[in-house]
């Protein structure tokens, strides 16, 4: 088994166990090994990187390597003042010294730190659930908001700018097996116009960015649900994780995305469209939580538009799944065929649900900044 043999060559104490495949990623393939000595046991995460999604994984290596580094100093000089042990994994060196190794096929693979006595979850479970969740994201907004953006590779060119999309869309639909799937259903036309109703409005925050009223800040680039790790003994927030997609970017596509992912009790692959909804108390507890752990990160620009980021990262993940969809699925990976067209319908809902409770959503946010 190559995930075997490749997790021997990273510098990890003990004989190797097993390995066995973790997670259900869209991107990665993840693997977990365990490694024992004759008195304890390692258990670490090992990854092939996608090469499709990620063209230099050296440079992404490079900036996870310093990202974590630099948030891992940062939290041992504020400990003292926390009210919790936050973490974050830490990369671990092959034996030849290097963050990943290159395998005959030069496919390149990374091992890294496992958060042991945590789990995450695929739905949120509750208010507190929620409050821990977006407590998480703003302490690690707060550890590396002194990164300099120039020290980051965009290792995702395009990743987050949603205008850019559409010419993954524009170009799928102009092949006759995209034009096919777009012609397969009444589902994948109505995805269509409500993808093109809003095509116009999907540039606000691009637009904002040109005119300096946002600046590009390190940010995490994917703060789902299931990215967010939960402390097993006391129910906190204990870490985030799946740092990929750290780069320079805009805070407010961080928040809109973890909105979007954790006020949606009923997960990404929900089949019941009836229970897909933006919970708005979620919502709250959620940027409470943010702001107590965020040190003042945000300006009043991005308190204005979070309703704004909520529904624009929904409506662009919606757009990147009908986009994949139509391509054949070459991003996202798949379990059946439909099932990115599936996804995008799911977004679609939830976007909605969005639209309908702007009013609500907006009193909500004038409360809680009001604090």
Same mark, same amino acid.
């Given at each position: ?40 046991? *390692? ?21 996870? *390597? ?306």
């Amino acid at each position: 088994m190559i995930s075997a043999i490749i997790a021997q060559q990273f510098d990890i104490e003990g004989y190797l166990v097993s390995v066995e495949p973790l997670g259900s990623g869209n991107v990665n393939d993840t693997y977990i090994a365990i490694f024992r000595t004759v008195f304890d046991e *390692h258990k670490v995460v090992i990854q092939r990187i996608n090469k499709t999604v990620f063209t230099n994984p050296e440079e992404l290596m490079q900036n996870m *390597h310093l990202v974590t580094e630099h948030a891992h100093q940062r939290l041992r000089e504020e400990h003292d003042d926390a009210e919790r042990i936050w973490q974050l994994p830490k990369v671990i060196p092959s034996k030849a010294g290097k963050d990943f190794i290159i395998d005959e096929d030069g496919e390149y693979w990374r091992a890294i730190t496992r958060i042991a006595s945590a789990h995450s979850y695929d739905a949120v479970q509750n208010i507190n659930h929620a409050l821990e969740i977006g407590s998480v994201l703003g302490n690690f907004h707060h550890i590396i908001s002194d990164i300099p953006c120039d020290q980051l590779f965009d290792t995702l060119p395009g990743f987050h700018i949603t205008p850019d999309y559409f010419k993954k869309l524009d170009n799928a639909l102009a092949t006759p097996a995209g034009k096919a799937r777009l012609q397969s259903s009444q589902v994948a036309k109505n995805v269509m116009k409500f993808i093109e109703l809003r095509r116009e409005w999907s540039s606000f925050l691009e637009d904002a960015k040109a005119r300096g009223e946002v600046q590009l800040r390190p940010i995490h680039g994917d703060p789902k649900t299931t990215n967010v790790m939960i402390d097993d003994a006391t129910s906190k927030g204990t870490a985030i994780i799946d740092l990929d997609t750290v780069k320079p970017g805009l805070i407010l596509y961080d928040i809109g995305d973890c909105l979007r992912s954790c006020c949606n009790p009923a997960g990404e692959e929900c089949t019941d469209f009836t229970k897909i909804y933006f919970d708005v108390d979620f919502c709250f507890a959620l940027l409470n939580g943010y702001q107590q752990h965020s040190k003042g990160l945000l300006t009043d620009f991005d308190k204005e538009h979070i309703y704004d980021a909520a529904r624009l990262i929904t409506y662009e993940l919606a757009l990147r799944f009908f986009a994949d969809y139509l391509a054949g699925d070459v991003y996202f990976k798949t379990k059946y065929d439909g099932q990115n067209l599936h996804r995008a319908r799911v977004q679609v809902q939830l976007c909605r649900s969005i639209e309908a409770n702007e009013s609500k959503i907006r009193r909500t946010l004038e409360l809680l900044f009001k604090q």
